[in-house]
């Protein structure tokens, strides 16, 4: 018998958008698991350390699953982005990623930007 792998880890996809003032947006969708994560954590240290981002947004909204390893993953990331300057922060987490973050404690501190690196979102219209 044959299983299929994407059908038991779902595809992940990350997109990388710019933001005003040197910042970008990682939007990332599917399921983000231990199988995966590596691929959403390149992305985030590149985006810290070779594109030099003063902030980052990353953009949940999209996941439809998250694993402990992958939370560990935007833990390590964060620290990272305020240790070289820089900030990283979860952005409209879907009710799935909202909930874990939530029962671990994590909610506040991941989806709020430290102001660190002195970049602030742009005001809405």
Sequence with gaps: MTVDRF???PELHVTVEPLPGQALRVRAAGDVTVENVAEL???LFRAIDDVRARAVEVDLGLVTF???TAIGKLVSARAHAINSGSDLWIVNPSPG???VLSLLGLL???CTPTGT???APPKSA
């Design 97 to 99: 990623v909202r909930r």
């Design 41 to 43: 954590r390149s992305v």
């Design 117 to 119: 690196s002195g970049w």
């Design 66 to 68: 998250i694993d402990s």
């Design 108 to 110: 506040e501190t991941l």
């Design 7 to 9: 059908a038991v880890f």
